[in-house]
């Protein structure tokens, strides 16, 4: 059989994906012809690899107008529709979806077999959504499949050759996504599609759009495709991780380019990606990165505990010091040549505890491909055991294991950043309050971020918590550090000691693994060896308010009203995002 297809490209970020790469190897095989149409501004280096690889005849790039269907009439036109003709069957498609999770070359066998006038992955119901708005039957527009019969028709020539450029979503769903379907429904042509979802129970979906609300229904299924925003939706966040295992053990399709994915369009740290971030045993290799350690000696006793877990490390790294006064100054090169370590020491005020005099060897530091940043960490606004326990769980996950940390970098040229889970300490006692996270800190976050002029936009006030980066201990590679190291702060931002909760050091703890992410990079956490139950967190956080007599008569009372609330802005939002036109996916 002679087929074409038509395949649209968008990313926000102008990129070309991996598993857009992916979806056209494995397709490849099923077309004769095809055309990739882009409405972002993909790189010369990325069409030349599309092209060396043989996944695409035709490459189009266009302004990202009209969306979809103005991208799909663009490539049509450019083809010709009496060449159209000689194909067999023209398939319509996008990125918007991983996949294919199975061979699609059997399903095209079996509905040419069948001589199947239409068909698609999914359909949509027909569907009252309001009293004003109304979803008439139709196939889902990511993947739709035209036969030879239905594209000489004088009907497929007249909708997909007068397509116009609508600016808002809704109106080509309106004008294109439905009527591409039933356009051809009145001339006669029937349709079929993978997942026929017109007689599935929706009763508990918000909306019976099984592509987006019901992944679970989708993969139990063996639908080959799963679109991206089903990853994405608040609906489907306690499955996500379950979605992944699914896939993992009933297809060949390599789940790291959903996470690798997501972690670059969408926040990087999802509760759901969040297993898949762990630091895993990477394959032995030289290291020939360039790598430098900072270690800040604000208390000199502790710092051969340093000089000896460092003592572990089978790569060649440069010692960088700093520390406070002259007495400090004095007892650590004592205790550099009872060890015989070299190393650059160099004086800093005692403002900023170790971030400040971090960041002022950005020269000597920026010269690096890859930085460690560690100090010699007690909490004196603790008792003995919080700072104790810490640092040394900290060096334990970040420094012991430091030569396979160096192996994630060296075979991994996405990871930016290698990070410490969380220290026992914080899962015996609630120590982060996520109100004041979001009333202190997050302010802090967002206006630090648009001072580096970073290059992705976002809303620290959208997190619930923060995956971060605990004592500011880390590994980075220099270049995610950049924006970090050109921040000029000010004096005024960082209060006298004893440094008080809520400040820009403490914003920056928070932010260490979203400045990877603005690189288009990503993170792993070094797991902590400490094995304790998940019980320990469940007790620790999961603690209901108190309850006295005079607050027991409306606890349900005060649920209602919060649950009631919740609704309510939700439902105003669903309501002005269709009257705008906006996408509601988005919500």
Not at 451 to 466: A, E
């Amino acid at each position: 059989m002679s087929r074409i297809s038509f395949f649209v490209h968008f990313n926000r970020f102008n990129q070309l994906s991996d598993h857009v790469i992916y979806t056209l190897t494995e397709m490849r095989k099923t077309f004769e012809k095809v055309v990739f149409i882009t409405n972002s501004t993909v790189s010369a280096d990325d069409q030349a690899k599309l092209e060396k690889l043989g996944l695409i005849d035709l490459f189009i790039q266009r302004e990202n107008k009209g969306f979809d269907f103005a991208a799909w009439h663009d490539g049509m036109k450019a083809v010709g529709f009496d060449q159209l003709e000689k194909f067999d069957s023209v398939t319509l498609m996008n990125d918007t979806c991983f996949g294919p999770l199975y061979d699609m070359e059997p399903i095209y066998k079996a509905y040419e077999d069948k001589g199947t006038n239409i068909w698609g992955i999914t359909n949509h119901r027909a569907y009252q959504e309001s009293r004003k708005h109304y979803f008439k039957e139709h196939i889902q527009s990511y993947y739709k499949v035209f036969s030879q019969e239905v594209v000489k028709s004088q009907v497929f020539k007249e909708f997909w050759g007068n397509i116009i450029s609508y600016e808002k979503v809704q109106e080509v769903i309106d004008n294109y996504e439905i009527q591409s379907t039933t356009v051809f429904l009145d001339a006669g042509f029937t349709y079929e599609t993978i997942l026929d979802t017109r007689e599935l129970d929706a009763s508990h979906l918000r909306h019976p759009d099984f592509s987006y609300y019901a992944p679970d229904v989708i993969l139990q299924n063996k639908v080959p495709f799963i679109k991206i925003k089903a990853f994405q939706s608040p609906d489907n966040d306690g499955i996500g991780y379950y979605m992944l295992d699914y896939i993992d053990k009933n297809s060949t399709y390599p789940t790291d380019l959903i996470v690798n994915h997501l972690s670059k369009i969408s926040y990087p740290d999802g509760n759901f990606m969040l297993p898949r971030k762990m630091l895993t045993t990477a394959p032995a290799v030289e290291i020939n990165q360039s790598v430098a350690v900072h270690l800040h000696v604000y208390y000199p006793d502790l710092l051969e505990e340093f000089l000896e877990a460092f003592k572990s490390f089978n790569f060649k790294y440069d010692l960088f010091l700093t520390t406070n006064t002259d007495e400090k100054e004095q007892i650590i090169k004592e205790i550099l040549e009872k060890h015989q370590v070299e190393a650059e020491l160099v004086r800093t005020p005692n403002r900023g505890r170790d971030i400040v005099p971090f960041l002022s060897l950005k020269d000597q530091l920026l010269k690096y491909d890859v930085v460690g940043h560690f100090h010699t960490k007690r909490s004196l606004e603790a008792a003995f055991f919080a700072g104790e326990s810490w640092r040394t769980e900290l060096i334990e996950m970040l420094i012991t294991p430091a030569d396979n940390i160096m192996a994630n970098f060296q075979s991994n040229s996405n990871l930016g950043i290698v990070i410490a889970d969380i220290p026992t300490f914080f899962r015996f006692n609630k120590i982060v309050d996520p109100d004041n996270e979001n009333k202190q800190i997050a302010p802090i976050m967002n206006d630090v971020w648009k001072r580096m002029k970073m290059n992705k936009k976002i809303n620290f006030h959208d997190f619930k918590t923060f995956t971060m980066s605990y004592g500011t201990f880390f590994w980075a590679k220099t270049e995610i550090l950049k924006p970090l190291f050109n921040l000029e702060i000010m004096d005024r931002e960082i209060p006298a000691e004893p440094l008080p909760q809520n400040t820009i050091l403490h914003a920056i703890e928070r932010m260490m693994i979203y400045l990877a992410w603005d690189k288009n990079m990503d993170f792993r956490i070094s797991p902590n060896q400490s094995n304790l139950s998940p019980f320990i967190d469940a007790r620790t956080l999961d603690q209901r308010f108190h309850i006295t007599k005079d607050n027991a008569d409306d606890i349900r009372l005060r649920y209602v009203i919060v649950l009631l609330f919740k609704k309510s802005i939700r439902l105003f939002k669903y309501r002005m995002y269709i009257l705008l036109g906006k996408d509601t996916d988005e919500l």
